[in-house]
């Protein structure tokens, strides 16, 4: 008998009786082409990646401008470590508020155009933070249909009643403002939507929650960085004011480090500071990881090159890439299909994730490419000639 079969619970406990039902889950996905499992990597610089021992070029990594791997990142972060120890010890309220934690969060709100900003541990608490700080059981959450897993956790986990509309529909939108009003409403949208690329019509959406007295809420997780003249993201896009909206967004995109945002009014900061469970129970970042984010803010603005680069690299696509993201969706729609896409094109030297259900919605399993400035051009086209058939 081996170790694994003398150490298995009793299949008549419930302990044993609840493994039993995850392993014929595991064994159902399987069969649906949905199973999902962990494969070691270890990124390189230069767009590629070490993939169980290959090296591929990287196309799933949203590090669009290749600072996580830049030399003055990485030496800040080394150097931070250095000075400062691997670990914050405990939250931020309790003995975890590292003094660079002022600079982050200061260099925030001035590229955000924003009154103050706030960094959480990742992006994902960072929006449990918000929406469970802000709504509360009688209030209103409309969501677009594609919104990130971490806004509808978010907005359930509120006690809100949470609504959604159709992808981008703003009609729709104006409906359930109308339909559903409450006292205090949000509308919570991705500025660039992490699976297709496409960007939310942010001025018509502001401008409906405005005259309907709702707040829109906009993840820029994935435009931070990219959109804009200067990078700074969607505020800069599209010209919107800082003051008329809540923004979060992340560290861990093209930022290059890791860590969740809000930037706004000082109110809404102070606000979070006592009521963000995710924040105030969570520990604090790694001071590497908050000089790398430091090193990178000051980086972002100058990168006009690399994101000029990202333009080029989009146009490859025509009309498969958004306009202004570097996220191209290539649609497969079966999920065994796309699992042999991203097989075919890992045995060509390049890698890139198959996104399946419930990710995306059926029938529209996908190769998610991840442009980034690092990736040579004849290197996207050798990409499209596997890609076309």
């Known amino acids: 008998m081996s170790d694994l079969e003398s ?12 493994l039993s039902e995850l392993t014929s889950e595991l064994a159902q996905l399987e069969q649906e082409h949905q199973r999902r499992r962990l494969a070691t990597a270890r990124r390189l610089p230069g767009g590629r990646i070490e993939l169980e021992g290959k090296v591929l070029w990287d196309f799933s990594s949203n590090d669009y401008l290749g600072l996580s791997q830049h030399p003055t990142v990485v030496e ?3 150097q931070v470590a250095h000075d400062y120890g691997a670990g914050a010890g405990a939250s931020r309220l309790v003995s975890g508020n590292h003094p660079l934690y002022r600079e982050l969060e200061a260099r925030l709100a001035e590229l955000k155009g924003a009154e103050a900003a706030l960094v959480f541990s990742s992006g994902y608490t960072c929006n449990l933070g918000l929406f469970s700080s802000l709504a509360e059981r009688g209030d209103l959450i409309l969501c677009d249909k594609l919104d990130h897993a971490s806004i509808f956790d978010a907005a359930r986990l509120s006690g809100a009643t949470v609504r959604v509309f159709e992808h981008g529909d703003v009609d729709q939108l104006e409906q359930q403002l109308i339909r559903y009003r409450r006292r205090r409403m949000f509308v919570a949208t991705e500025a660039v939507f992490s699976m297709d690329g496409d960007l939310a019509p942010l001025p018509r959406m502001l401008e409906l929650c405005e005259h309907h007295g709702a707040v829109l809420v906009v993840d820029d997780a ?4 990219v ?4 990078g700074t993201g969607c505020l800069e896009h599209w010209g919107l004011d800082p003051a008329r909206l809540i923004v979060m967004g992340t560290l861990s995109k093209a930022v290059g480090s890791v860590g969740g945002y809000v930037t706004g009014p000082r109110a809404l ?13 969570s520990t604090a970042l790694p001071p590497a990881a908050i000089g790398a984010a430091v090193a990178a803010l000051e980086l972002i603005p100058t ?5 000029a680069h990202l333009k080029r690299l989009r146009s490859a696509f025509g009309e498969c890439s958004a306009p202004s993201t570097p996220i191209v969706p290539w649609i497969v729609g079966d999920s065994r299909r796309a699992l042999e896409a991203a097989t075919a094109l890992r045995e060509a030297g390049f890698f890139t994730v198959a996104i399946r259900p419930p990710t995306v919605p059926g029938g529209t399993a996908r190769l998610r490419l991840s442009l980034s400035a690092a990736h040579p051009l004849e290197v996207v086209h050798a990409l499209l000639e596997h890609l076309r058939p």
């Open 7 to 18: 150490n298995s619970p009793d299949p008549e406990t419930a302990l044993g009786r609840l």
């Open 76 to 78: 800040a972060a080394a």
């Open 222 to 225: 994935h435009g931070f960085g």
């Open 227 to 230: 959109l804009g003249e200067r």
């Open 269 to 281: 900061i102070e606000g979070l500071v006592n009521r963000a469970r995710s924040l105030i129970y």
């Open 303 to 307: 990168l006009a090159d690399e994101r």
